[in-house]
């Protein structure tokens, strides 16, 4: 009799744990649940985060949360998930060192909420070309591919300074180099102010040219850290010479809506570039934004 009450015991502890463990074979666990209906965002104010707001909305993505950080705070996060191949879901750009480092894809966005791919342009105060004729010629030949900046990015994330990752990749690409400041004069110690904001493929780019600026061509030059705002603020009130981290027409649209008439656009110095919302790879089963709405 005692061992049967065990057994009975038993079978019902057994059939608790199963109604409490979790869902039943066959189950499926929606995207959503896996990550808690959140999107891992970063900078507060950009133009990226307003569009995978309006991607949100445009996906009937109610129940979600868009968080705000930094470029940082986000990428820290995709590698304690990816690093425990757990799912994520985050806001991504593109040329950024973490498509090298990871195994990661955007989103289909069918309804083109993100739109087309973007440029990043270089943009001067207005009065740059008849204060530094051979900066400015330099600023408007500057052009590169994102796997010359990813080159740049990958050696400071594993660790180099960006002044040297700077340094190397000029060293190692001189033909290129040449085409900028070919038939240039060099200057004598004339300041110059570039900003950049605090996202690693702006880091490797600015880093790029105030190497060449002052090395190749003799500048003082020096670069300033700043958010967003001020750094468009800082080149249409002719605080800052340049910068070279103006994502348009979509990421930096609202700056360039409020300053473009007080700044000089020199065009793109990088085109094909691109955002939107991604997860590492292993998250098979979500291929575009609309399977965030199961």
Known sequence: ???WLVFASLAALLVLGACSSSPAEG?????????????????PGSGLMRLSAQAMEDYNLSEWTLTEGS??????QLDKAYKNKEPIVFVAWSPHWMFNKYDLKYLDDPKLTYGEP?????????????????????????NWASDDMGEVMVDIQNGMEPEEAAAKWVNENT??????????EPVDGDPFALSYVAWDSELASTNVVRYVLEEKLGYEAKALQVEIGPMWLGVANGDVDAIVAAWLP??????????????????ANMVNVKSGLAVPAYMEDVNSIEDLQS
């Open 1 to 3: 009799m005692k061992i």
């Open 27 to 43: 189950d499926e666990i929606s995207v959503g649940e896996q990550v808690d209906y959140t999107i891992t965002g970063t900078d």
């Open 118 to 142: 973007e440029e990043i342009h270089t943009i001067a105060r207005l009065g740059l070309q008849d204060d530094h004729p051979v900066a400015y010629e330099f600023l408007d030949r500057f």
């Open 71 to 76: 470029a940082a705070g986000m990428t820290a």
């Open 175 to 184: 033909d290129k180099v040449q085409e900028w400041i070919d038939g240039l």
């Open 250 to 267: 979509i990421t930096h649209s609202d700056y360039w809506k409020e300053y473009g008439e007080q700044l000089d656009d020199l065009g």
